[in-house]
């Protein structure tokens, strides 16, 4: 490859278009056709047939670049008429997709409706067996639950009739947890009908260092002996020691004049000195029946709590009776107890 080729090639491959190399011959092509010996007439034959052997090889190279060149330049002419033509068909065929588009809007919602329904149709369908498949699962569970709503029915009918068994058990047990204290508390009172207290009766007097004074400790042999005697001067009646089975002091009651108990052997004998009460009572001495706790707290419950309804109020072998202002008799009942006992105490004035 010639000198001449090599920076033909180069300019080809730096310009990247054959249409852009320039075709025409190079100066020095010239210059060296020009330099071309002419065939003279002087010369030897031998020398004469060898230029022209050396011209008629550079005349045939140079014939073949023509050659080329031409070729090239009708390579370059139709890539140009292809690039051309390309281009335009380009255009064309987006002008023709935008009518396209223009003319068959219509076609082309139609289509998408259609593409549109078949979609939908398929998320229809899609959707009908999951709500198939949910239906199924709701139904069994209801199902569950109405089996259930029965059983809890059941349960709750059982719980209901359980409660009132409940309830009657508890009633029946309150009433006779009331009844054994009704009877306790009766046994307990009965147990103490020989009984009788007796208030206002002083202590026994002694003597310490030249003074009187009441004796503090009394035994119950000395209560019992000065009772009897103070009983016998009161009363104008004969009332012997052995007709009492014990008597002593209580701890309650104001100094030198505590209460003393005493029981006697005879209930006879105990109810004629309750008779008696209203003759005593105008020496200062008072005598009342031994209630228990319960009937002794119902008792002053009658007596304070409604003092301006009630005008009296006494016992009778243990029951309390009271007088309200009417002048009407009414009897305490044990069923009555808890009423009169949850009545408020009166307050206490103060001076």
């Not at 009394?218 to 052995?242: F, H, Q």
């Not at 004049?257 to 109810?271: C, E, H, P, W």
Request: hydrophobic letters at 30%.
């Amino acid at each position: 490859m010639t000198t001449e080729e090599k920076k033909r090639k180069k300019g080809i491959n730096s310009t990247g278009s054959i249409s852009e190399i320039d075709l025409q011959e190079s100066p020095s092509q010239n210059k060296q056709q020009e330099q071309t010996p002419k065939p003279q007439k002087t010369r030897k034959a031998k020398m004469s047939k060898v230029g022209e052997t050396n011209w008629k090889s550079e005349y045939n190279v140079s014939s073949e670049i023509n050659d080329m060149k031409s070729q090239l330049k009708d390579i370059n002419h139709k890539l140009a008429n292809v690039a051309s033509t390309v281009d335009r068909s380009i255009e064309e065929l987006n002008s023709k997709i935008k009518q396209l588009i223009e003319k068959d809007d219509a076609r082309i919602k139609n289509t998408m409706r259609e593409l549109l329904s078949g979609m939908k149709d398929d998320i229809v369908i899609s959707l009908s067996k999951q709500i198939e498949v949910l239906e199924s699962r709701l139904f069994e569970r209801e199902v569950e639950n109405d089996k259930l709503k029965q059983e809890v029915k059941g349960l709750n009918k059982k719980l209901a009739d359980q409660e009132e068994v409940n309830s009657k058990l508890a009633n029946s047990i309150a009433k006779n947890e009331s009844e054994r204290r009704n009877i306790e508390n009766e046994a307990n009172q009965y147990s103490r009908s020989n009984n009788v207290i007796i208030s206002g009766i002083s202590h026994i007097e002694e003597i310490v260092e030249g003074k009187k004074q009441f004796k503090r400790f009394e035994t119950a042999e000395e209560t019992t002996k000065y009772m009897v005697e103070t009983l016998n001067t009161k009363l104008g009646c004969r009332i012997d020691t052995s007709d009492i089975d014990i008597a002593h002091r209580l701890k309650k009651g104001p100094d030198g004049k505590k209460d003393i108990i005493v029981r006697f052997q005879s209930r006879l004998l105990r109810n004629s000195v309750l008779k008696q009460g209203r003759v005593l009572r105008q020496s200062g001495i008072f005598v009342r029946e031994d209630l228990t706790p319960l009937n002794l707290e119902v008792f002053m419950s009658v007596k304070r709590k409604m003092s301006d309804e009630v005008s009296s109020v006494w016992t009778r072998n243990g029951v309390i009776f009271f007088k309200n202002t009417q002048e009407q008799v009414t009897r305490v009942h044990y069923e009555d107890y808890q009423t009169w006992l949850d009545l408020p105490w009166p307050k206490r004035t103060t001076k």
